[in-house]
């Protein structure tokens, strides 16, 4: 992820990260679910929505669930943001990232990385990260790594329950 534009440049103090999620399940099943973008309206709280070929440098069209309320009054209002970012890695079973850039109209760029991480043969366990880049990236962290974590963290607790039932009918 390191870069030599100072626009991309990475500081430790800028990255968010969820908690690290133990799954009673396969990594390939956590795979299988984060790249089942169709299907995440069934289970992710926080990204309602998302369309993407997954191919490196497409797209990936998402409806976020808007976190920047405190939690009693974003679960009522159910605001919804559109957003797009682009695929920089696709390693299965163990990492799928998307990326912002920087651009002048848009001077905050950002990564996410989700990262799989096999336990046993039905044993993994799962994290994400967001990293704001850049010489705005810390101040893109004081205004949104906290509702960025809850978002994540939420998405955390979701992936893990949805992988371990699947797992748990297949057997």
């Known amino acids: 992820m390191a870069s030599d534009d100072p626009h991309l440049r990475?500081?430790?103090?800028?990255?968010?990260?969820?908690?690290?999620?133990?799954?009673?399940?396969?990594?390939?099943i956590v795979w299988a679910i984060l790249t089942d973008l169709p299907k995440y309206p069934e289970w992710n709280p926080f990204c309602v929505a998302c369309e993407s070929t997954l191919e490196m440098g497409a797209p990936v069209n998402m409806t976020l669930k808007d976190y920047t309320n405190p939690r009693e009054f974003f679960d009522k209002a159910g605001a919804l943001v559109p957003n797009v970012e682009y695929v920089c890695a696709f390693d299965p079973p163990h990492m799928l990232s998307w990326q912002m850039g920087w651009s002048e109209a848009w001077p905050y760029p950002a990564r996410r990385d989700q990262v799989i991480e096999k336990l046993g043969p039905d044993r993994c366990s799962y994290y994400s990260t967001d990293a704001f880049l850049g010489e705005n990236g810390i101040h893109v962290m004081r205004f949104a790594g906290a509702w960025v974590k809850r978002a994540f963290d939420d998405s955390g607790v979701a992936l893990k329950a949805r992988a371990e039932a699947m797992h748990k009918a297949s057997l």
């Open 10 to 28: 990475v500081d430790p103090d800028a990255i968010v990260r969820s908690e690290t999620y133990e799954i009673n399940a396969p990594a390939e």
